[in-house]
């Protein structure tokens, strides 16, 4: 094969390539490059890359909108995060132990509890509500920017979806159909 012919009684093939003459018992069809692929291929490769683009953006879109709602709604994350979870499951106990203690000693006999001891078991559980609201505020704060980063990552792929749907939908020959009547 060669850009022209090297010799007498080589032909050129519809690539516009030069190829040398058939060898004995051979016909040029022998030689001659391989047959293109049928014409319905690509755009049938197109309308299914098309389509695989469309599902994804409606995907990303879900994760999109699902990363808004727990934007706004931390709880809604940390029912499914076993971290947040954890950390609801211990605040809560360590509120009710010390609400237990206090209950306790309200309830004990009056002579054996000082004024001064009580007053510092209601400031000891004042500190640890305090710090269990700052760990459910922490929770919440990591729930919102996880939701955050979800949502940075679907809106790149519906970008990279889009771009996808974009370059295969042009490729689509007008007129051209799949199936022919």
């Known amino acids: 094969m060669s850009d022209a012919p090297q010799e007498p009684g080589w032909w050129q093939a519809s690539d516009g390539k030069w190829y040398p003459p058939p060898a004995a018992g051979q016909t040029h069809a022998a030689l001659a490059p391989p047959e293109p ?4 291929v690509r755009p049938a490769f197109n309308y299914v890359v098309s389509l695989l683009a469309i599902a994804v953006m409606v995907i990303a879109s879900m994760i999109f909108a699902l990363g808004v709602a727990q934007t706004i709604y931390p709880d809604l994350r940390s029912d499914s995060d076993p971290i947040s979870r954890l950390a609801t499951g211990i605040t809560a106990v360590v509120e009710a132990a010390s609400e237990l203690d206090l209950e306790q000693v309200q309830q004990a006999d009056s002579e054996f509890v000082d004024d001064e001891y009580l007053t510092a078991l209601q400031e000891q559980q004042d ?10 505020g922490e929770v919440a704060s990591q ?4 939701a955050i980063n979800q949502m940075i990552g679907a809106a790149a792929l519906f970008g990279v979806a889009f771009v996808v749907y974009r370059i295969h939908f042009r490729r689509q020959e007008p007129g051209t159909r799949l199936l022919k009547p």
């Open 37 to 40: 692929a049928p014409s319905w």
């Open 127 to 136: 500190l640890i509500k305090q710090m269990t609201g700052e760990v459910e």
């Open 143 to 146: 729930s919102r920017t996880a």
